[in-house]
C-alpha cells in the first residue's frame, strides 16, 4: 500500500505545472485562557483573483501542516487547530488544470484517495477542528471544512458551492458522505445537485449558516477574531453548538428521488455525474463514512477518465478564459470613452438594452422612437425595472435614483444623440428601415460615434453600404433575456475598423458580456446553428414524423428546453424570418417550412398549449400541419439533424465565421444555454463519431474536450 505522502509525490511528478498553495502554522494563545491555538493558513502566495487550489503539492504541503499539529496535540502543546484562508478566498477545489492531464485510471484514483487521507485527518486529531470560512470556498474547499469538527462563516462570503457536478464530477473528498449527515439529505440533494445544475448557483454567507454548514456567523471586517473568541467559548465549554438530529428515514429516500428528478429534468440521462453523487448520498444514509468515502474515490476516478468531465473543464475554460480574451479582437488601446449612449427605438429590446446600458457603463441613455407615447412607455419600463432592483435590496436609494435620472426620451434624433459616442439600434428586423434609420442618425451624431446594430440575422456591410462613414458600423447581437445571456455577438462588417471594433469589444467588457468575435454572415453563429437544427426538425415533422417523436429524439443531448418550447421562446415569426433569411443565402441546405408558415399565418405562439401543466400540441396547429408519409424513429432523427449540425459547423469554419471551433461552442454554451457537460456542441459531435461522418476530421483535437491519447 502506498502511503498518503508516496501518493502525492506521484501525482505532483505529473503535474510539474501546479501552482502551490502553502500551508502555514502559527500559533497563539486564545482569549478566557483556553489555551494554545494551532491555526493553519492556506495561501498561494498571490492576490484574491488568482484563487487558492489543491493540487498533489498543495495537499502534500497540507498533510506535513497536519503531521506537525498532529504530534503538537498528542503531546497536549495545543487545545484546538484552526484552518482558514488567505483574504477573500478559503479555497476553491482541485486543480482542475492538473485533471485535464490525467492519462490513467490508477493516476485519477490516487488523486481521490489522496484528498480523503489528507482531508480525514482533520477530524481525527486529538482535539477539536475549526474551519473559518473567511471568503470564497468551493469543491475541495468547502470539503476540507467539512471534515473539521466545527465551522464559522464570514457574512461577506459571496460565493460558496460544491460545483462538481456543474463540471462533471461529483463533489468526491468527502462532500457527497459528509454533508447530508451533516445537514440532511435534502439540504445536501440542495446544494449538490439542484444548485449545480442551475448554473452554478452559488451560495452566500448567511445562506451557509441557515443550512446548518456553519456552526456560527461573523461579520466579513472582524470574522477571524469574532471566530477565535467563539472558537475559545466552544473549548472551554461555554456555548453549546446543537445541531438538528438527522431524518433517516423515508426523508432521505424522498429527498434522493427529488435529485433524479432534478437530473433528469437538466441533463435526460446524458450525463452521469449527478446520478452517481445521488447514488454515493443515498448509500450515506446508513452513516459509514468509509464506505462513502470509498465510493466516492471510484466515482471520482470514473468519471475523471470520462469525457463529460473533460468536456466540463473545456467549457469552464471557455467561460472563463477564452471569453476575457476574444479570439481576434483588435488591440483594446485602439477603443475611444464611451460617456453618452443612444438607443434607436423604445421596445421590449431596446428598452432591456438602454436598462444594461445604464447600469454597467453608468453614463447617460437615451431612447428615441417614433411618438412620445412609445418613448415614455420605454422609460417607463426601465424605470419600473430599477425600482425592482431597490425593492430586491440589489441596489440603494441613490444608485436608484442616479440611474433614473440617466436614462431619458426624446423624439428629437439630433438633441437626443448629438453628443451620443455609442448608439444602437433595436430596431424591426428589415433592411431598408435600418438603413434609414442609420442613415438619419449618421446625419446628426459626431464624426466618432460608433453605430451599432442589434440585428440576429442581416448583412452588417449592407446595412452600412449608404452611409458616408461605413467604418463606424458595427453588429453588437444580444442575445435575449439580455439580463442573463452573457453572449455578445460583435460582428465586423467588410469595412467596420479596428477603432470601432476596439470600442464595441471595450464596451462590451464593461457590460460584463462574453463578447465573441463573428464574420458578417447569414445569421452569425448562434441563430444560424440553431436554425440549421430547428430546421431539420421541422423538415421531418413536415416529411411525417410525428411532432412528439421528433422532439423526444434530442433529448440525449440535455438542452435546456426542447426545439418547438425554444421556438415559441423566440417567437415562430422571428424563427420564421432567420429562415427565410437563411434560405435566401443558402437554399441548398435551408428551407423555410411550410407548416412553420402556416402557423405564423394563423398567429400562433407556438406548437403547444399548457392546459395541464405540461406542453402538449396544440390542436388548432395539429389541424394546420400538413405531413408526408415519411415516419423515422428516434435514432433516426438524431443522426440526421446532429449531422446537419456538424455538417453546417464545419461550413462555417471553413468560411472564416468565427476563428475555432472553440468559439462555436463558446456561443452555443453563453448564447443558447447549451449543456457544459457537452463542452457546447463540437466536443459531443467528435465523441459520437459524428464530426468524422459528416465532415470527415474532428473539430477538435484529440485530448482537447477528451481524455489525452
Known amino acids: 500500500m502506498s502511503t498518503t505522502a508516496e501518493l502525492l509525490k506521484g501525482a505532483a511528478e505529473l503535474f510539474p505545472d501546479e501552482v502551490v498553495t502553502q500551508a502555514h502554522v502559527r500559533h497563539f494563545d486564545l482569549p478566557f485562557g483556553a489555551g494554545r491555538f494551532a491555526l493553519i493558513t492556506l495561501d498561494n502566495g498571490l492576490d484574491h483573483t488568482k484563487p487558492t487550489t489543491f493540487g498533489p503539492q498543495s495537499l502534500a504541503n497540507l498533510n506535513a501542516a497536519i503531521d506537525q499539529v498532529e504530534k503538537e496535540a498528542a503531546e497536549g502543546a495545543i487545545t484546538g487547530v484552526g484552518l482558514t484562508g488567505k483574504p477573500f478566498i478559503f479555497a476553491v477545489g482541485a486543480d482542475l488544470k492538473g485533471v485535464e492531464l490525467l492519462k490513467r485510471h490508477e493516476d485519477a484514483l490516487a488523486i481521490g484517495k489522496g484528498g480523503h487521507d489528507v482531508f480525514k485527518r482533520l477530524s481525527s486529531l486529538a482535539v477539536p477542528t475549526f474551519a473559518y470560512y473567511n471568503g470564497a470556498a468551493m469543491g475541495g474547499g468547502v470539503e476540507a471544512g467539512l471534515h473539521c469538527t466545527y465551522r464559522t462563516v464570514s457574512k461577506a462570503i459571496p460565493a460558496f458551492s460544491l460545483p462538481e457536478v456543474f463540471l462533471g464530477l461529483v463533489p468526491g473528498w468527502g462532500g457527497c458522505t459528509l454533508l447530508p449527515n451533516l445537514i440532511g439529505a435534502d439540504r445536501a440533494v440542495s446544494v449538490i445537485i439542484e444548485n449545480s445544475l442551475n448554473q452554478n448557483r452559488q451560495l452566500k454567507g448567511k445562506q451557509v449558516f441557515e443550512l446548518g454548514i456553519a456552526d456560527a456567523l461573523f461579520e466579513g471586517a472582524d470574522f477571524l477574531e469574532q471566530s477565535l473568541v467563539w472558537t475559545a467559548s466552544v473549548l472551554k465549554g461555554d456555548v453549546q453548538v446543537d445541531r438538528a438530529e438527522i431524518d433517516r428515514g423515508e426523508a432521505w429516500d424522498q429527498a434522493v428521488e427529488r435529485g433524479r428528478f432534478i437530473a433528469d429534468s437538466k441533463v435526460h440521462g446524458a450525463a452521469p455525474a449527478a446520478y452517481r453523487a445521488l447514488d454515493i448520498i443515498s448509500a450515506a444514509k446508513n452513516g459509514d463514512l468509509r464506505q462513502g468515502f470509498d465510493a466516492e474515490d471510484q466515482a471520482l476516478a470514473d468519471l475523471i477518465m470520462g469525457e463529460e468531465l473533460r468536456s466540463g473543464i473545456y467549457s469552464f475554460n471557455l467561460v472563463q478564459k477564452r471569453a476575457k480574451r476574444p479570439a481576434g479582437a483588435p488591440d483594446r488601446s485602439l477603443a475611444r470613452p464611451v460617456t453618452k449612449v443612444g438607443v434607436v427605438g423604445a421596445g421590449l429590446m431596446a428598452s432591456q438594452l438602454a436598462l444594461l446600458f445604464a447600469r454597467r457603463l453608468e453614463v447617460q441613455v437615451v431612447l428615441t422612437d417614433i411618438d412620445q407615447e412609445r418613448i415614455d412607455k420605454g422609460v417607463g419600463y426601465v424605470h419600473g425595472e430599477i425600482d425592482k432592483l431597490l425593492a430586491k435590496g440589489r441596489i440603494g436609494n441613490d444608485k436608484a435614483n442616479r440611474l433614473k435620472a440617466a436614462v431619458t426620451g426624446s423624439l428629437d434624433k439630433a438633441a437626443g444623440f448629438g453628443d451620443a459616442d455609442f448608439v444602437i439600434e433595436a430596431v424591426f428586423e428589415e433592411m431598408g428601415v435600418k438603413q434609414q434609420v442609420f442613415a438619419e442618425v449618421e446625419a446628426v451624431v459626431p464624426a466618432h460615434t460608433i453605430l451599432a446594430t442589434n440585428t440576429s440575422s442581416l448583412s452588417v456591410t449592407e446595412m452600412a453600404s449608404k452611409l458616408k462613414h461605413p467604418e463606424r458600423v458595427v453588429g453588437f447581437h444580444f442575445f435575449n433575456p439580455v439580463a442573463i445571456l452573457p453572449l455578445l455577438e ?35 453563429v448562434v441563430n444560424r446553428i440553431l436554425t440549421r437544427f430547428m430546421g431539420e426538425i421541422q423538415n421531418v415533422i413536415d416529411e411525417g414524423t410525428p411532432v412528439a417523436v421528433a422532439e423526444k429524439a434530442v433529448e440525449p443531448l440535455g438542452l435546456p428546453m426542447s426545439p418547438l418550447v425554444l421556438l415559441e421562446l423566440v417567437g415562430p415569426a422571428i424563427g420564421l424570418h432567420v429562415s427565410e433569411t437563411l434560405a435566401g443565402a443558402f437554399p441548398d441546405r435551408f428551407k423555410v417550412s411550410p407548416n412553420l408558415a402556416a402557423v405564423v399565418k394563423a398567429g400562433k405562439r407556438g406548437f403547444y398549449v399548457y392546459d395541464s401543466g405540461k406542453p402538449e400540441l396544440d390542436p ?43 468559439d462555436i461552442d463558446l456561443c452555443l454554451i453563453t448564447g443558447a444555454g447549451w449543456p457544459f457537460h457537452l463542452g457546447g456542441i463540437t466536443p459531443y459531435l467528435d465523441r459520437s463519431g459524428i464530426s468524422e461522418k459528416a465532415n470527415g476530421k474532428r473539430f477538435l483535437p484529440v485530448g482537447v474536450a477528451s481524455v489525452p491519447a
Do not use: N, Y
Open 490 to 524: 460583435i460582428v465586423r462588417g467588410e469595412k467596420t475598423d479596428d477603432a470601432s471594433l476596439a470600442t464595441a469589444f471595450a464596451v462590451a467588457k464593461k457590460l460584463k458580456k462574453s463578447a465573441v468575435l463573428v464574420k458578417d454572415a447569414p445569421a452569425f
Open 620 to 662: 388548432e396547429v395539429a389541424a394546420l400541419l400538413v405531413q408526408g408519409d415519411s415516419v423515422l424513429t428516434e435514432e433516426q432523427v438524431r443522426a440526421r439533424v446532429l449531422e446537419a449540425v456538424a455538417q453546417e459547423i464545419g461550413l462555417m469554419l471553413d468560411e472564416g465565421v468565427v476563428a475555432e471551433a472553440q
